[in-house]
């Protein structure tokens, strides 16, 4: 069983920056890849990013693309999710998840964690 605890949210101001971290216990950190996902009140969970398990491969939502960073360190089983320019629009739940593979469709990620709050502020 797989757990995931994501961290680092907070509130900013827009073109501030935030890094989130997603932290793996129990399961192959390693051999997984990583997506991160927000949803915002009212809408949909949408894709923001993915990482291959090596860390070879990353797929960004075109939204974030040039603003978002997704990396990771599997010695710490941790992934990070840097978040530079913020706009009042990425305000969501933040959301990891696991998957065999980088891919952008949510319905295949299998364990999630429990989500960590950003909130831009303009």
């Known amino acids: 069983q797989v757990q995931l605890v994501e961290s680092g949210g907070g509130l900013v101001q827009a073109g501030g920056s935030l890094r989130l971290s997603c932290a793996a216990s129990g399961g192959s950190f390693g051999r997984s890849a990583i997506g991160w996902f927000r949803q915002a009140p009212g809408k949909e969970r949408e894709f923001v990013a993915t990482?291959?398990?090596?860390?070879?491969?990353?797929f960004y939502a075109d939204s974030v693309k040039g603003r978002f960073t997704i990396s990771r360190d599997n010695a710490k089983n941790t992934c990070y999710l840097q978040m530079n320019n913020l706009k009042p629009e990425d305000t969501a739940i933040y959301y990891c998840?696991?998957?065999?593979?980088?891919?952008?469709?949510?319905?295949?990620?299998?364990?999630w964690g429990q989500g960590t709050q950003v909130t831009v502020s303009s």
């Open positions: 990482i291959s398990a090596t860390g070879s491969l990353t």
């Open positions: 998840a696991t998957n065999q593979v980088a891919i952008r469709d949510s319905s295949h990620y299998d364990y």
